[in-house]
């Protein structure tokens, strides 16, 4: 039986292609952690100070704060994470990954998807990081969670002759601040809403 060269490929079912990359970029086999783990620890190293709590994980990773707690729990009883009282409110706790965490950081499972996904050439990196950051979105909008993101793309990020200010905790951010994904984050009006 031969193709017919006029009949259209099949568009692939993205939805499922997504969740297969992501299975397969985050396969933990050759590792002690699970996937829920190394998404916290991940998590914890890149979040504000103050996103680093177990509610916002849970938030981050679409799940039950009584499983985030257990996940965070799991990784401060390895040694990966350790717990902080926060500064003003005496009742929460940060947490911060500790150098075996960023250790063990160091053997991620995901930079094998890290390396595949750098070398496509450098306008599909940055369309398919356009694309996918619009679906986050709209897909966090419809199951009414916070959007996490960073300063660079927030609402409450200004500039002023002193350099960059976040409107909501009226504090300068520093270059790590700028990158750390954040709770608080608003994602700022696009050119054509605005
Ligand atoms: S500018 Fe936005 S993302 Fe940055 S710290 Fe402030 S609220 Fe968070």
Redesign the pocket.
């Known amino acids: 039986m031969s193709v017919n060269p006029d009949t259209p490929a099949p568009i692939p079912d993205l939805a499922d292609l997504i969740v297969h990359l992501a299975r397969l970029g985050q396969s933990t086999a050759a590792t002690r952690l699970t996937a829920a783990q190394w998404m916290a620890l991940r998590f914890f190293a890149r979040a504000?100070r103050l996103s680093r709590t177990p509610s916002a994980f849970s938030c981050y990773h679409a799940t039950t704060r009584g499983t985030a707690s257990q996940t965070v729990k799991s990784l401060v009883e390895m040694g990966l994470l350790a717990r902080q009282s926060h500064a003003t409110d005496g009742r929460s706790t940060i947490l911060d990954v500790t150098e075996a965490g960023h250790a063990m950081l160091r053997r991620d499972p995901l930079e094998d998807l890290r390396h595949v996904l750098a070398r496509l050439d450098p306008e599909a990196h940055a369309a398919l990081a356009t694309a996918l950051g619009h679906a986050v979105s709209d897909l966090a909008h419809l199951r009414d969670v916070p959007v996490f993101?960073?300063?660079v793309d927030?609402?409450?990020?200004q500039h002023d002759a002193e350099g960059n200010v976040?409107?909501?905790?009226q504090a300068y951010?520093s270059q790590g601040?700028?990158a750390?994904i954040?709770v608080?984050?608003?994602p700022a009006p696009t050119a054509a809403q605005s």
């Open positions: 504000s993101g960073t300063c927030c609402a409450h990020c976040c409107l909501q905790s951010l601040d700028m750390a954040c608080e984050f608003r």
